[in-house]
């Protein structure tokens, strides 16, 4: 009689063990659908902020302390792009194609772009006629500015281009003293004489003033090589399609530390 009550005790005592498992089992599983995982690939968890760093490796430190305080304040850091518009009809320019990648980038509340591109301007049209003002109006944070170099070649003169770009970023820097200027020449021309010393010129201008400089030109084949026909327009200086995305992928590089290629 003995032995079959230690019996039925173990018997219980297991089921009780059992029965316990098989609850925490279950608490646990209930628990892990409500525990926020990680999805591999992505740049997010829930209730962890956004990983954009990682976007913005190639930026200067400036403006990195911009999107910094845009992500504090939500108040998106404001980025005009301003440059020449193409002569010939093209699907999207390489400040369109610009605008979206970083659209699909960084956070509308980190970073806002606007593009504004001008036909047949040059800087001296740019400061005579007002047009400037426009971009005033933007109250930007950062300029990315193409300042229609190859407009002023052998119009404007490049002496006075340069002036022109001194004056320009000046009477923005009246509004924002803060304000980050990155400066970029024009399309290459095929077989050009002159016109590549005036690129040489600019790039010398900004790092002289603290200037960002992006020689977007490494990205294409030489400007005396026949390759470089491929991504231009019949209109001396202009991209065609091929070329606007190029142009586009170099900047996207530096923007976004993404790995395009064209």
Do not use: C
């Not at 913005?56 to 301003?82: D, G, Y």
């Not at 800087?123 to 933007?138: A, H, M, P, R, V």
């Not at 021309?189 to 490494?218: I, M, Q």
Request: avoid cysteine; charged fraction near 25%.
């Amino acid at each position: 009689m003995k032995i079959w009550v230690n019996v039925l005790a173990l018997l219980v005592l297991i089921a009780s063990l059992v029965a316990g498992k098989m609850y925490w089992n279950h608490q646990a599983s209930e628990q892990s659908a409500v525990r926020p995982t990680k999805i591999e690939g992505s740049s997010y968890t829930k209730g962890e902020e956004a990983s954009w760093k990682k976007y913005a490796q190639n930026l200067p430190k400036s403006v990195i302390a911009k999107i910094e305080q845009a992500e504090k304040t939500k108040k998106p850091m404001k980025l005009v792009i301003v440059g020449s518009a193409p002569k010939e009809k093209v699907q999207k320019t390489w400040g369109t194609l610009l605008k979206e990648n970083l659209k699909s980038t960084y956070d509308e509340d980190l970073m806002d772009t606007q593009v504004y591109e001008y036909t047949d301007m040059t800087t001296l049209k740019f400061i005579n006629n007002g047009t400037y003002k426009q971009i005033l109006d933007e109250k930007p944070d950062v300029l990315l500015f193409e300042p229609f170099l190859l407009n002023d070649n052998g119009v404007v003169g490049i002496d006075n281009t340069l002036e022109n770009i001194n004056v320009i970023i000046s009477r923005l820097k009246d509004q924002n003293s803060e304000l980050v200027t990155i400066l970029q020449p024009s399309a290459p021309v095929y077989n050009a004489e002159n016109y590549p010393n005036d690129v040489k010129a600019l790039e010398k201008f900004s790092k002289e003033n603290g200037y960002e400089y992006l020689n977007h030109w490494t990205t294409w084949p030489d400007y005396r090589s026949k390759d470089i026909l491929t991504f231009l327009a019949t209109t001396p200086g202009q991209p065609n399609d091929d070329g606007e995305k190029r142009w586009a992928q170099y900047l996207e590089r530096y923007f976004t530390n993404s790995s395009s290629e064209s």
